[in-house]
């Protein structure tokens, strides 16, 4: 079963930057995509990154376009954050899917981190 840590989150000024990162353990042999999802307050989850497993493939929502990076090594994913702002303030969840299908689709995604918060103060 695949596993996820986060890490990487904290509270930043707008303009500022963050780095974060997901730590992927076990049995990853079948997995075809990963990606980053948010949730912000009275909010649903929803896709923000996503990219296939060899890398080679990457998807963004319109919002974070120029200012986010989603990439990826044998250890872990990563979403670097540039540039950020209020409305970016969210919890921030790595999944991961051993399905192929729109890499925005939510429900295609089988396993999910715990989660870290990102606060951006105006």
């Known amino acids: 079963q695949v596993q996820l840590r986060e890490s990487g989150g904290g509270l930043v000024q707008a303009g500022d930057s963050l780095r974060l990162s997901c730590v992927v353990s076990k049995f990853t042999v079948n997995v075809s995509r990963m990606a980053w999802f948010r949730q912000a307050p009275w909010r649903g989850r929803a896709f923000v990154a996503g990219?296939?497993?060899?890398?080679?493939s990457t998807d963004y929502v319109d919002s974070v376009q120029g200012r986010f990076t989603i990439s990826r090594d044998n250890a872990a994913v990563y979403l670097q954050m540039n540039n950020l702002e209020p409305d970016d303030t969210a919890i921030y969840y790595c999944?991961?899917?051993?399905?192929?299908?729109?890499?925005?689709?939510?429900?295609?995604?089988?396993?999910w981190g715990q989660g870290t918060q990102v606060t951006v103060s105006s």
């Open positions: 999944a991961a899917t051993t399905v192929f299908g729109d890499i925005r689709i939510m429900d295609l995604y089988n396993y």
């Open positions: 990219i296939n497993w060899s890398g080679t």
